[in-house]
């Protein structure tokens, strides 16, 4: 079984950074020829697509919304994900989700099969 456990949530002031982690865990855990992923979901809103890595060849994937702003990367040795998150602004005010996919640089959370627990991002004006 993968347990992923997302840290580095909190309050900042609009304008702030904020680097997520999320340590991916499991007995027969390999991470080559898998994405991981960061999804956010706001009060009232449905969850959506922030950025991914695909873990073997490093390649990345954004949102719109976040592109310039926020930076996925990854170390292979500790099998962590981090999302840096810069120039934050109040609509980036979500719980914040790291995922694992089979498939390449998805941006659909249907074809995410692990889910960490989430992480709380608190964007003030």
């Known amino acids: 079984q993968v347990q992923l456990v997302e840290s580095g949530g909190g309050l900042v002031q609009a304008g702030g950074s904020l680097r997520l982690s999320c340590e991916a865990s499991?007995?027969?855990?390999?991470?080559?020829?898998?994405?991981m992923g960061w999804f956010r979901q706001a009060p009232g809103k449905e969850r959506e697509f922030v950025a991914a890595?695909?873990?073997?060849?490093?390649?990345?994937r954004y949102a719109d919304s976040v592109k310039g702003r926020f930076t996925i990367s990854r170390d292979n040795a500790k099998n962590i994900v981090y999302l840096q998150m810069n120039s934050l602004q109040p609509e980036d005010t979500a719980v914040y989700y790291c995922?694992?996919?089979?498939?390449?640089?998805?941006?659909?959370?249907?074809?995410?099969?692990?889910w960490g627990q989430g992480t709380q991002v608190t964007v003030s004006s």
């Open positions: 995922a694992i996919s089979a498939s390449v640089l998805s941006s659909t959370q249907y074809q995410y099969n692990y």
């Open positions: 499991g007995r027969t855990l390999n991470l080559n020829g898998y994405t």
């Open positions: 890595i695909w873990w073997i060849g490093g390649g990345t």
